[in-house]
């Protein structure tokens, strides 16, 4: 399984920006998805989480509220729209999947990281 994330860039705060990321597997469907970020100096933390079908989410509290995670199964892609960005956001965005619901960050496969930088 390869994950190729992709949208990253420099946002200005309040501003919003959508990642994607896109999955090489025969059965998208098959993988829970989560997105998680590292911010400089910081350990990985969890974001959000969409289960199989992309019904049930999960984020974390400092994202509730402005992220949304989404995904198209036939396009083998989940999304992770933000919005009412903050400088505090500012970190490597990474995908992650795996087959089973997983707990915290043991995710079986991870995409490389895109970079969302917000500043103004």
């Known amino acids: 399984v390869q994950l190729q994330a992709s949208g990253g860039g420099l946002v200005q705060p309040g501003g919003s920006l959508r990642l994607s990321c896109t999955a090489s597997?025969?059965?998208?469907?098959?993988?829970?998805m989560g997105w998680f970020r590292q911010a400089p100096g910081k350990e990985r933390e969890f974001v959000a989480r969409?289960?199989?079908?992309?019904?049930?989410?999960y984020y974390a509290d400092s994202v509730k509220g402005r992220f949304t995670i989404s995904r198209d199964n036939a396009k083998n892609t989940v999304y992770l729209q933000m919005s009412r960005l903050k400088p505090e956001d500012t970190a490597v965005y990474y995908c992650a999947a795996d087959q089973e619901l997983v707990v915290g960050d043991e995710y079986t496969y991870w995409g490389q990281g895109t970079l969302v930088t917000v500043s103004s």
């Open positions: 969409s289960s199989w079908s992309g019904v049930s989410t």
């Open positions: 597997v025969r059965t998208f469907s098959w993988y829970v």
